[in-house]
């Protein structure tokens, strides 16, 4: 009895540890910014993830009690209903509680990984892998504080998942039956995605259960629970499913029956969809096509956006080892320690999901290494502990011990001391959206590009057409449309978008024709104007059209840092949707590291400008220049632009935004789209747009058709 007090104490300091260890390490960053006025707002720091503030926003509104209807808010989502929870009961504020939540529940990892480790009765094990997991690049990048995102408890809740599992099948009791399936139903409804390591963990069971263990009636008790959480069903059913068949198994007179509840388990988990969304997760991440084709009506082709994503590329293999360990080393010695712990533990070959899920990461996008980290940080630990049990004395094994973990965590140190992201807005920016969120109604729109649409909606509490989660290519295209499209085109595209969005609103609301299948917005403009050929159609907008009625206001958001952007956001419009050709790529070349010297402007790869005659030097090559423009802003804030047209034959503009310290190279089509003209050079057709709020930071307008 004494020797379980001791080891229990033991586990719970252990786990203590790393949990502050973990802590601690991510107030480096709030440390590192504390008092930076342009990270802050209401006086607390703001988050630095996108896809953030769809949580935060579901939040709020859950708080209100209210929100418009189709503004896609989240308040639905595990996230937002967590987040409503702790800023109702907790004496914080709201923003205060967005910033701090990634920090304390992704430091819960420590737990399960002590608690398996304890299981294979070596502590030591489970609290150097604890401390090398908690602050592990990839799993650092994605829980810091701030980064409020499902990322906070994506790996906390499979790791539960598969201590429950290794203590169900060391064990074989019944609570262990009742807290996989719990655990499996708390990961689904936090995380929708989380079926294919769900699926994953239920093949190994099955696997280990043929190779290991075939007799053993409870593994398939374990089995048919799993299968009962996994279903493609409402969670309230699989609950109902769950506890029944939980209370059916803990009688043992049922034994007999279990091979046919779990077939009948194994029929109705795939009756219900229950694999489909694996299908298509590997569609998304490891088939990805360039362009995607849509088969139905007119057949258009669009560009995936999982082509732009860089999560979703293949990444180097020293940055793939870096992300999971730290360090080249450590990610080798962690991936044989694995393979040895295995040999030893055979038990381990359980995580073999996460290990497989993160490596996946190597060809399909570094967002999943995050999985594999507790699973090699238990082969370096387990390494560790192994080198030091050889060691003559007790000194020299925890000397050991404590060196090793710190040359472990040391190159993990180093990048968090580095890794100083910004805000997803500065203090400016959100001060210009709080001000469009009182100039425009909840019912408006605001059209930006994709990047901005969580934000926008959060702090100017609008509408917006695309966002981090909605950004399909069919969407994308009109948008993209509108901002690389010159302005009087641009303008009634983005009228006609904003209408048929709301138009597809409704009639999804009304259900008139339960058979109806709603297109994409462009294709339903083609039909709209009786055509039957999108080329057509978007040729037809350079004529005298009717566009539908206005049933709200739209605004433009035009940010300066969407020129980092500008030639991705060409891609999702610079296609023939008939064909599904690529149009020509259009010139667009930014500077902001250039040099100037006595007779040239050096702009940098190869490219310059001789100051004499404004004649272009790309390469080998040199070109006339067709215009060059120089932007500046008066003491009062006044953008000033000198055009010089230089040679009407050439193709190619200079534009020098001399406050930003930035050149822009641009083609005629580039130059004349509304994004530069309407942000970079503020010049704006009186008739088609209304001038709302102008900041070097960023530009609104407002549409008037």
């Known amino acids: 009895m004494n020797n379980i007090t001791h080891e229990t104490k033991l586990t719970l300091f252990y786990i203590f540890i790393a949990f502050s260890f973990s802590i601690l390490m991510r107030l480096i960053w709030v440390y590192q910014f504390y008092g930076y006025e342009a990270f802050m707002f209401n006086g607390q720091f703001m988050i630095n993830t996108n896809d953030g503030y769809l949580w935060a926003e579901g939040a709020r509104d859950l708080l209100a009690g209210y929100h418009q209807s189709n503004d896609l808010s989240a308040v639905d989502s595990a996230a937002s209903r967590l987040t409503a929870l702790f800023a109702y009961i907790l004496p914080f504020s709201f923003e205060s509680i967005i910033f701090y939540m990634p920090v304390i529940l992704s430091s819960l990892i420590v737990v399960p990984i002590i608690l398996i480790a304890k299981t294979l009765k070596n502590l030591e094990m489970g609290l150097i892998a604890a401390l090398l997991s908690s602050i592990a690049w990839s799993y650092y990048n994605r829980t810091m ?43 689904r409804w936090w995380y929708p995605q989380s079926y294919s390591l769900e699926f994953s963990f239920f093949g190994l069971i099955l696997l280990y259960t043929l190779v290991f263990d075939r007799k053993n009636v409870y593994n398939y008790k374990l089995l048919a629970l799993m299968l009962f959480a996994m279903m493609g069903m409402e969670t309230w059913i699989r609950s109902i499913l769950v506890i029944t068949a939980y209370l059916i198994f803990r009688n043992e007179k049922f034994d007999k029956y279990i091979y046919y509840i779990l077939a009948a388990s194994i029929v109705i988990f795939f009756a219900s969809g229950g694999f489909d969304p694996i299908i298509l997760r590997l569609k998304l991440y490891i088939f990805k096509d360039e362009v995607l084709s849509v088969n139905e009506g007119f057949g258009l082709h669009f560009f995936t956006v999982m082509q732009t994503v860089r999560e979703a590329g293949k990444i180097p293999f020293e940055t793939f080892a870096n992300r999971i360990s730290g360090h080249t080393i450590t990610f080798i010695v962690g991936f044989f320690g694995y393979i040895y712990l295995v040999y030893k533990q055979k038990i381990m070959l359980l995580a073999l999901p996460m290990l497989g899920l993160g490596f996946l990461a190597y060809f399909g996008g570094l967002r999943f290494t995050i999985y594999a980290v507790p699973v090699i940080a238990l082969g370096v630990a387990f390494i560790i502990t192994e080198i030091a049990k050889k060691l003559p004395t007790a000194k020299m094994q925890v000397l050991f011990q404590i060196t090793a973990t710190l040359l472990i965590l040391y190159p993990n140190y180093l990048h968090i001391d580095g890794y100083k992201v910004p805000t997803v807005f500065n203090a400016k920016e959100v001060e210009i959206v709080t001000a469009l969120g009182q100039k425009a109604q909840r019912e408006d729109y605001v059209v930006s590009w994709w990047d901005y649409g969580y934000p926008l909606r959060y702090y100017a509490d609008v509408k917006t057409l695309v966002d981090g989660g909605k950004h399909e290519g069919d969407v994308n295209f009109p948008v993209s449309f509108v901002l690389t499209q010159p302005q009087e085109i641009a303008a009634k595209m983005a009228r006609l978008d904003v209408e048929y969005t709301e138009q597809t609103f409704t009639l999804n609301e009304e259900n008139i024709d339960k058979n109806l299948t709603l297109f994409s917005n462009i294709e339903q403009m083609t039909k709209g104007f009786g055509l039957n050929n999108t080329n057509d159609f978007l040729l037809s907008l350079e004529t005298e059209i009717k566009l539908p009625k206005k049933t709200r206001d739209i605004y433009l958001y035009l940010p300066y840092r969407m020129l980092n952007i500008y030639p991705t956001v060409t891609l999702f419009s610079n296609i023939d949707l008939m064909s599904g050709a690529k149009g020509e790529s259009p010139f667009f070349y930014i500077s902001r590291n250039f040099q100037e010297l006595n007779d040239k402007i050096v702009l940098g790869q190869g490219v310059s400008i001789n100051k004499s005659d404004f004649s272009l030097q790309l390469g080998n090559q040199t070109e006339r220049l067709r215009r060059f423009v120089k932007t500046s802003y008066t003491q009062d804030m006044n953008l000033q632009v000198d055009e010089q047209l230089i040679d009407f034959s050439a193709k190619l503009s200079l534009i020098y935004m001399q406050n930003y310290g930035t050149f822009l190279l641009v083609d005629e089509n580039t130059y004349n789209s509304l994004f530069i003209q309407l942000m970079v050079l503020e010049k704006y057709d009186e008739n088609l747009f209304e001038k709302v709020i102008f900041d070097p930071n960023v530009k609104v307008y407002k549409l008037k058709i």
């Open 145 to 187: 504080a701030g980064y409020y995102d499902t990322d906070m408890l994506n790996i906390v809740l499979p790791m539960f998942l598969l201590w429950s599992i290794i203590w169900a099948i060391n064990t074989h009791k019944n609570i262990y039956l009742l807290i996989t399936a719990l655990d499996i139903l708390l990961y």
